[in-house]
Nanobody, 118 residues
C-alpha cells in the first residue's frame, strides 16, 4: 500500500502561481508512475502530469509550458509547480500512484482545492 497526502492548494489570482506537494509513504519501491490529476466542478477527472520511475515526464496539452512536475527522492515528495494560472485551472488536484504490476493508478490522495480567481 502507498499513502499520498497533498498540500499547497489555495486561492490565487489569474496569472499567479502555486506549488502543490504530495508526500508519499508506504511501499514506495513499488511505484512505477506518479501523477497529478484534477477535477473541475461537473467535469471528469483529468490527467495533468505524470512522471515515471525512470524520470520520463508528460503533460496535458492544456498545461504545457505552465506546469512542472518534479520529485525529491530524499523526502519522498512529488511537486506540481503551477505558473500563469488560469480560471480554468480551478479544481481539486489529486496525487496518484501506479504500482508495479497493477497497470493503473490504484493509490490516491484526498485532493487539494485550487481556486483561480479571474
Amino acid at each position: 500500500q502507498v499513502q499520498l497526502v497533498e498540500s499547497g492548494g489555495g486561492l490565487v489570482q489569474a496569472g499567479g502561481s502555486l506549488r502543490l506537494s504530495c508526500e508519499v509513504s508506504g511501499r514506495i519501491a513499488s511505484i512505477d508512475v506518479m501523477a497529478w490529476y484534477r477535477q473541475a466542478p461537473g467535469m471528469q477527472r483529468e490527467l495533468v502530469a505524470d512522471i515515471t520511475r525512470g524520470g520520463r515526464i508528460s503533460y496535458a496539452d492544456s498545461v504545457k509550458g505552465r506546469f512542472t512536475i518534479s520529485r525529491e527522492h530524499a523526502i519522498n515528495t512529488v511537486y506540481l509547480q503551477m505558473n500563469s494560472l488560469k480560471f480554468e485551472d480551478t479544481g481539486v488536484y489529486y496525487c496518484a500512484a501506479a504500482l508495479h504490476g497493477l497497470g493503473s493508478y490504484s493509490s490516491w490522495g484526498r485532493g487539494t482545492q485550487v481556486t483561480v480567481a479571474s
